[in-house]
DNA sequence: CAGCTGTATCTTTTT
DNA sequence: GATACAGCTG
């Protein structure tokens, strides 16, 4: 029986028999890019053979990973259970739970997320005393995030010239920031990348048996991976360059957080030996949809280009709405609902709300609870980082791995024993003195002098609490486990009568829903013949996405910010907020870079819709707390008009209409001002004008682009030796004199 | 030691 | 317009 290719297109055809070597595959928004991967590795498996085993597939979120093996699944009719399919975190940590000896961990680490990891820094800046007023534990933990993704290390730092005040103490406080996650056996979700990458520098004999063990590898969402996660690969494949990636560089939108565009656009410098297929048929969006994304996007500079088409039909237009403010924004989104759901028959879950920030959620929420319409909201708040969630987490964490202080501090005194900040700072300080684990200090209290016998009995008495779960955590089932701990502790009793009876009931119910969670874990783990134990389930809590738990099947209007939306399809999408300062955001717009990020944004949000697309500003937002007058998006202005029909709400619409379009299209018109215009004589900046930038210190003027406010500025900074392209209105830029 | 109250800061996106 | 935290009081 020969393979079926049924379904696919000739491109697709291609990319897929193409086994062997370093495959490159640029699949634009909607090109069936999916099919192809999921196609591809059916095909190794069947035609050519490959053991399951022997293949590894990293995807963006867990949620498409699952998705991705159930339909390769279908396709073989068998399961593929060795098949390593996950995020880049989830792969690594199950390398790392392997080799944890190798690293110096205990196999049982835990795993920090963001919360744990400024707690850490809170003490190690302490200890150091770094003054914490100026340099905040959060904006230390995203500089160093920023440094990790980027693989360096203390020694690295120290070589580079410091750029500013906190540069000077950043090295000291890694090493010991790392020293201290080290003893409480615990990594942070950056560690879990980088973790494997040293292993395998400084130990070839394990590094050759996951390269011999993975002959074939597969990423997808390649333009968004890190500096990080692209050696980790480059360790596997440079034996035998089998490595094939799949991404879009017009999709690249993680950037803020360490994503390297280079890594998809210098794939050919990597692997000079590299086949690359290219899909541009777009099989998602009516074509008028497509034609204004693209419209969108090909203002950016920096892509490789490409030209997306589909053969569907035109559609219906691109409807804008401009809004008095947010509640009118909302009440629009409501109406929209109603006439899709009544005039087109279609259910909630065809139609997903999008939005920059988190924030812009809340308003929609409750003109959506008003009107009785059933909605879920994707991220925010996860649900395992809600308060009580995470306190029982912090328990589980402990029995686990009681090495972990940062828990073990979040509850021992929750709910409330007696035992206070003085107590516990007192049986710190012992720990550190006797070279101990703070759990093992606990149990050892009696021997502290300042610590009356009464305040001892307390923690005695906790740390036999702890110390009997963690023996029971052997002999019962994780439901059992948890439910008698809650009760146990008293923490339901505690959220049963500590709140008013609305709160109550929520917290409550959370923690209900904790239990059926894991009661699904365990069944799956048994599905699949795997151990369902406590640590594998905390593994995958602190990595799972609120999209991974999202379920489209449900009747139920989708809301979520664009950044979560990606590689997700609706048959209408209303994008909200389209206005300077918030789609762009304020701080991206100074930077070209930044500001062509902001615009993929948009672009992946245009391109996720199927038949109907919605788009909407507001006049006036409130933000903070007082209201702040718009302008409409200049990304508006780069669809094209006939794209567009215009919806003005009931009141006043026709002078409102008209007074607009004009300020639009001038603003516009001066924003892109191009090369080819005349350079500004008046300008007080000039090619190799000296300059001074805030951020970036004193710099050179390399070349000039437009005039006026719009001006593009492109300087070259000295001090730390990068190029930036500026826009003049928002970058406060000032002339210096020469030195 | 616990609970209360006022203040600062937050809002960019997340593994 | 929430929420975390510092500082104060009982």
């Not at 792969?91 to 400024?118: M, P």
């Not at 699949?528 to 809590?541: G, M």
């Not at 500001?595 to 109907?612: I, S």
């Amino acid at each position: 029986m020969s393979f079926n290719f049924k379904g696919l297109n000739e491109e697709q055809q291609k990319a897929v028999q193409c086994t062997e070597g370093p495959v490159l595959i640029l699949a634009g928004a909607g090109s069936g890019k999916t099919r192809t991967l999921t196609h591809r590795i059916a095909y190794l498996l069947l035609e050519k053979k490959v053991k399951p085993s022997s293949v590894m597939a990293v995807t963006f979120t867990n949620k498409a990973a699952r998705e991705m093996r159930s339909r390769i699944e279908e396709i073989l009719g068998s399961t593929i259970a060795p098949l390593w399919m996950g995020t880049f975190h989830s792969i690594c940590a199950r390398i790392l739970r392997r080799e944890a000896e190798h690293l110096g961990l205990g196999q049982n680490f835990t795993i920090y997320d963001v919360d744990d990891q400024v707690r850490a820094l809170k003490k190690v800046i302490a200890l150091l005393s770094v003054p914490q007023q100026i340099y905040s534990a959060k904006l230390i933990q995203n500089r160093l995030s920023r440094v990790k993704n980027r693989f360096l290390f203390p020694a690295d730092l120290e070589k580079m010239e410091p750029q500013d005040g906190l540069d000077e103490y950043l090295p000291d406080i890694y090493r010991e920031y790392q020293k201290y996650l080290m003893s409480n056996n615990a990594v942070d979700f950056d560690d879990l990348l980088l973790k494997p990458i040293e292993l395998f520098n400084k130990n070839e004999k394990i590094r050759k048996k996951y390269a011999d063990k993975f002959r074939y590898v597969l990423v997808d969402e390649y333009q968004d991976t890190n500096h990080a996660q692209y050696l980790f690969i480059k360790k596997l494949v440079q034996d035998h360059h089998n490595i094939c990636v799949v991404g879009d560089e017009d999709q690249s939108i993680y950037g803020w957080r360490g994503a390297d565009i280079s890594n998809i656009l210098n794939f050919n410098k990597d692997f000079p030996e590299a086949s690359v297929f290219r899909l541009e048929e777009n099989y998602r969006s009516h074509d008028n949809i497509l034609k204004a994304a693209n419209a969108v996007v090909k203002n950016n500079e920096s892509r490789i280009g490409k030209n997306l088409w589909t053969k569907l039909q035109a559609g219906d237009k691109i409807r804008l709405y401009e809004a008095d403010d947010e509640l009118d924004e909302a009440k629009h989104i409501v109406e929209v609902i109603h006439d899709e759901m009544f005039t087109k028959k279609r259910n909630f879950r065809d139609i997903a709300v999008l939005y920059r920030t988190n924030a812009q959620s809340r308003v929609i929420e409750d003109a959506l609870r008003k009107n009785d319409i059933n909605y879920t909201i994707v991220g925010g708040t996860r649900f395992y980082d809600r308060k009580e969630i995470k306190d029982i987490l912090a328990y589980l964490k402990i029995i686990v791995n009681p090495a972990d202080s940062i828990s073990l501090k979040r509850i021992v005194n929750f709910p409330l024993r007696g035992i206070g900040e003085t107590t516990i700072s007192k049986i710190e300080k012992f720990a550190e003195i006797e070279q101990i684990i703070l759990f093992e200090a606990l149990g050892r209290v009696e021997e502290i002098a300042s610590i009356s016998p009464a305040m001892s009995a307390r923690v005695l008495e906790f740390y036999k609490l702890i110390k009997n779960f963690i023996g029971l955590s052997s002999e019962l089932s994780l439901v059992e486990l948890v439910s008698t701990l809650t009760s146990e502790t008293g923490i339901m009793h505690h959220y049963q009568t500590e709140y008013d009876q609305y709160e109550s009931e929520s917290r409550v119910e959370n923690i209900r829903e904790l239990f059926n969670s894991i009661e699904q874990f365990t069944e799956e783990r048994k599905r699949d013949k795997q151990p369902a134990d406590l640590a594998a389930f905390l593994e995958e809590v602190s990595l799972l996405t609120d999209v991974d738990t999202w379920n489209q099947a449900n009747s139920a209007v989708t809301l979520m910010t664009l950044h979560a939306a990606k590689g997700l399809e609706f048959p209408v999408v209303y994008i909200t907020g389209l206005e300077m300062g918030l789609l762009p955001l304020q701080r991206t717009m100074a930077q070209l870079a930044e500001l062509e990020e902001e615009r993929r944004l948009l672009y992946v949000g245009m391109t996720r819709a199927e038949e109907n697309l919605y788009l909407s500003y507001t006049r006036q937002r409130r933000r903070y707390s007082s209201s702040v007058v718009n302008t409409p998006s200049l990304f508006l202005d780069e669809i094209p008009s006939e794209l567009i029909e215009m919806i003005t709400s009931g009141k006043g619409k026709t002078s409102v209409g008209r007074g607009r379009k004009k300020s639009r299209s001038k603003k516009i018109q001066a924003y892109f001002e191009h090369a080819g215009s005349q350079i500004d004589e008046d300008s007080e900046f000039k090619v190799g004008q000296p300059v001074y930038h805030a951020t970036f210190g004193k710099g050179k003027i390399v070349s000039l682009e437009g005039r006026g406010e719009n001006m593009k500025i492109t300087v070259y900074f000295t001090d730390e030796d990068i190029t930036k392209k500026l826009i003049k209105q928002y970058a406060n830029l000032s002339p210096i004199e020469a030195t």
